[in-house]
């Protein structure tokens, strides 16, 4: 072909007789030079180009590159990926962990070690076990020592109660939490006035006055010393709560205390208002060795609400109940004993409760009124306390405590003022309290329109505690007749009389003919938080009359169904009581007169005997009225401390003495014996008269043996 026209040539002509290059044998076929590389296969495409099916495990244009197949991380939770043949691998799996890409968490609690019910908690190549209250150690083996020095979780000096599986923390005042670790906020109730900063403390706070204000809670008004002159005494006074004054006239200043402080210098705190439904006040635990006695001087027209509680299991409680005062009182022995009082006290003004708790007695006194008594029957003697006595509320966990256990029919606080308040013959000081919940001082919240000195003279002698008012000329004095004793301004006393006696000291009085009757009521017996099923019909005494006028004559016993608020129902043996008058001093003496003639002769000695029985104290005695000339002294002398005299009118042995059917009361033999006839003959009068009958034949046939 050298040498020859490409133009005139035909094709055939062309002929290749030389090696070809590579060069242009890859132009007329793209896989002619083998691309593909590691086993690629290459395939031929348009325009002169190829593509390379590569083999697994490698990729690129020509397959040149080998796939990484760890790329990216397959293996999970910590293992190593290596790459093997064809585009594969394998997950070297951490110790704990299985599977193709190490993505199984061996389970350990397979075959665990833990103790005493503790739980299995499967981690990487181990297990832990989470130990039930009171245990701890690796497998929960070791039983946890509570409130040990070795482990004392409560905190700033709480006290750690061990519950054998648990611990409970009881928080000193002013702190809370599991692990008494918070500090109460004092500061979300205070009583700081006059635009006083509450700074808290613990279990406590203080008022920061602003301006010229003082005072524990910035009441007392401003005042500043260029108001006193240089020469007063009050340029240096000492008022803690009040405002100095100079009295005109003297060298000295006074004290004129802020409401509820009292004290030469103002300095005790001893009348609070209660104005909310969470107000209280905590005191140390009440002492009852070798006696409690608590006096609360208050006010209020709320029916319902905390006085005082004490206790736990055994405890005592006062509240107001439907305006009465219920008292629930529990030495330890069951049943808890529990009273009311007859007097209302939801009447807004000032009534005095005195509280008196001798061993398993405890009694009730209502302004100075009657006193009411319950003993709590059993084995133990003393109420024992060991907790907080709180006046006016309670907080609410021992609060929910006496409420569950019947203690407390309510946990709404005393809402009024407590004007004074005594604990065994110590007035209280509210500024000494180890907490005051929502309390302000002084009674401004709820005097009455009455003067609050005429208020203070009604009730002088009311509260009768010697350490209180050594001037307190009610305090010795001679009223008589369960009258009242009022003190006057000028220092001295008067004495209120009951209707039907008079004199300066009620002495004189209609105590021959008083003026108290019986009526028939129908009542529900009630005791422990139970009742009868129905109202039963009881005799009582009524009017006004001394309180010895009416005794018991008779009583019936009767079976009565009780039920309880707690559901419970239980049958019980009452005595039904159907009082009367009591015998009068005419009475005794005119049967005294009539004893005589027919028992002893003209100028003999006479001897009568009474059998002498004290509801009072259970005693039995015998008074010998050997000499009847001196029978009219004995008789004044014992009459008014016996209030049950049965008399046998012969000089022969005592021996129906003890006898019911002779009747109680100094000089109505004659009339009980009738009545108890009368009432014999009525219920069985044909067995009475045929045991006449028998009587009469028995007596002749008799006779007629005598006469023979």
Excluded at 314 to 343: C, K, Q, W
Excluded at 550 to 560: D, N, P, Y
Aim: glycine content about 6%.
């Amino acid at each position: 072909m050298k040498d020859k026209s490409i133009l005139s040539t035909p094709s055939s002509a062309f002929q290749c007789k030389g090696k070809v290059s590579n060069e242009i044998m890859a132009k007329c076929d793209a896989c002619f030079t083998f691309p593909c590389k590691n086993g690629g296969k290459c395939l031929t495409q348009p325009e002169r180009d190829y593509q390379c099916d590569c083999a697994p495990g490698f990729h690129g244009k020509n397959c040149e590159f080998m796939i990484d197949a760890c790329y990216g991380n397959p293996c999970r939770n910590g293992a190593s990926c290596k790459v093997l043949e064809e585009g594969r691998f394998s997950c070297l799996c951490l110790a704990g962990f299985s599977g193709m890409r190490c993505e199984t968490n061996i389970d350990d609690c397979d075959n665990n070690k833990c103790q005493n019910n503790a739980t299995c908690v499967d981690l990487v190549n181990t297990y832990q076990c989470k130990c039930p209250a009171g245990f701890m150690g690796q497998f929960c083996e070791t039983k946890i020592p509570f409130c040990t020095d070795k482990y004392n979780p409560c905190k700033n000096n709480a006290r750690c109660v061990d519950h054998d599986t648990y611990y409970t923390c009881e928080c000193l005042p002013g702190f809370k939490g599991e692990n008494c670790t918070m500090n109460v906020d004092d500061c979300e109730n205070h009583m700081c006035q006059n635009g006083g900063t509450c700074i808290d403390g613990i279990n406590d706070y203080k008022c920061k006055c602003d301006g010229d204000f003082s005072g524990k809670f910035c009441e007392i008004t401003a005042l500043v010393a260029m108001m006193y002159p240089q020469t007063s005494p009050c340029q240096h006074h000492d008022c803690v709560h009040g405002v100095c004054f100079q009295p005109s006239g003297s060298n000295d200043y006074l004290c004129k205390c802020a409401p509820g402080y009292s004290g030469k210098r103002c300095e005790y705190l001893t009348s609070l208002s209660f104005i909310h439904n969470t107000s209280y006040v905590e005191l140390e635990p009440l002492r009852t060795k070798p006696e409690a006695n608590v006096t609360i001087m208050f006010a209020t027209s709320q029916e319902n609400g905390v006085l005082m509680y004490d206790g736990h299991q055994e405890h005592l409680a006062v509240e107001l109940f439907n305006g009465r005062i219920r008292v629930s009182y529990d030495v330890g022995n069951y049943p808890v004993s529990t009273m009311y009082s007859f007097e209302m006290v939801s009447d807004g003004i000032y009534h005095v409760v005195e509280l008196i708790a001798i061993k398993k007695n405890f009694t009730l006194r209502v302004d100075r009124g009657p006193a009411r008594s319950i003993i709590n029957e059993g084995t133990k003697d003393y109420l024992r306390l060991n907790t907080p006595m709180y006046l006016g509320g309670i907080p609410p966990e021992p609060g929910r405590q006496a409420f569950t256990q019947w203690h407390l029919r309510n946990l709404t606080s005393f809402h009024g003022c407590m004007k004074e308040v005594w604990i065994n013959h110590k007035q209280v000081d509210f500024g000494n309290a180890q907490t005051q919940q929502k309390v302000q001082p002084g009674c401004g919240m709820i005097e009455s329109d009455r003067d609050d000195e005429e208020q203070e003279d009604e009730m002088d002698g009311m509260i009768k505690e010697p350490a209180a008012n050594p001037s307190d000329p009610c305090t010795d004095h001679r009223c008589k007749h369960d009258s009242k004793c009022v003190a006057t301004v000028n220092g001295e006393y008067v004495c209120k009389c009951r209707p039907g006696f008079k004199g300066k000291y009620c002495e004189q009085g209609k105590e021959e003919s008083p003026t108290c009757r019986k009526e028939q009521k129908r009542e529900y017996y009630s005791e422990n938080d139970c009742r009868s099923r129905k109202p039963l019909k009881i005799a009582k005494c009524t009017g006004s009359c001394a309180s010895s006028c009416c005794h018991a004559r008779k009583s019936k016993r009767r079976k009565v169904r009780i039920i309880c608020s707690d559901g419970t129902r239980y049958t019980k043996d009452i005595d039904i009581l159907e009082p009367r008058r009591a015998p009068t001093t005419a009475d005794l003496n005119q049967h005294i007169l009539n004893l005589k003639p027919s028992v002893a002769p003209q100028n003999e000695p006479y001897k009568l005997t009474f059998f002498v029985e004290n509801e009072t104290d259970n005693d039995a005695r015998h008074l010998q009225l050997t000499d009847f000339t001196d029978s009219q002294n004995h008789r004044q002398t014992y009459s008014n401390y016996y209030d049950d005299v049965i008399v046998e009118s012969y000089d022969g042995p005592v021996d129906k003495t003890k006898n019911p059917r002779y009747g109680r009361g100094i000089g109505h033999e004659s009339y009980c014996v009738l009545s108890a006839l009368l009432y014999f003959v009525t219920v069985t009068a044909f067995v009475y008269l045929a045991i006449l009958w028998i009587k009469q034949k028995m007596y002749i046939r008799m006779e007629q043996m005598h006469w023979w």
